[in-house]
Nanobody, 120 residues
Framework: QAQLEESGGGLVQAGGSLRLSCSAS????????LGWYRQAPGKQRALVAS???????NYASSVTGRFTISRDNAKNTVYLQMNSLKPEDTAVYYC??????????????WGQGTQVTVSS
């Protein structure tokens, strides 16, 4: 089994910055892709950014140029640096990871979510 633990959410004024962290722990051989999703009230959960095991990144168009995803493989941790935050970035942010549990088994895990609130 494994788990993801998120941290770094909070309340910030528009134009400010926050850094989210998500660490994986448990019986993990390695981590494939990692991603951050967000869900605003009344909306579906949507991809914000993802990063592959090789470091390739992908961003939602709404955050390109403002958010940066990165990973520290030694710490099994993924980060989301969020700059120039806007009120429309307000949402619960979820970490997602594709964890390699054995030579023949991978599993998707979700974090518990962390609230990000941007005031105008």
């Amino acid at each position: 089994q494994a788990q993801l633990e998120e941290s770094g959410g909070g309340l910030v004024q528009a134009g400010g910055s926050l850094r989210l962290s998500c660490s994986a722990s448990g019986s993990i051989l390695s981590i494939n892709s990692l991603g951050w999703y967000r869900q605003a009230p009344g909306k579906q959960r949507a991809l914000v950014a993802s990063i592959t095991s090789g470091g390739g990144t992908n961003y939602a168009s709404s955050v390109t140029g403002r958010f940066t995803i990165s990973r520290d493989n030694a710490k099994n941790t993924v980060y989301l640096q969020m700059n120039s935050l806007k009120p429309e970035d307000t949402a619960v942010y979820y970490c997602n990871a594709v964890l390699v549990m054995s030579a023949t088994y991978v599993e998707h895990y979700w974090g518990q979510g962390t609230q990000v609130t941007v005031s105008s």
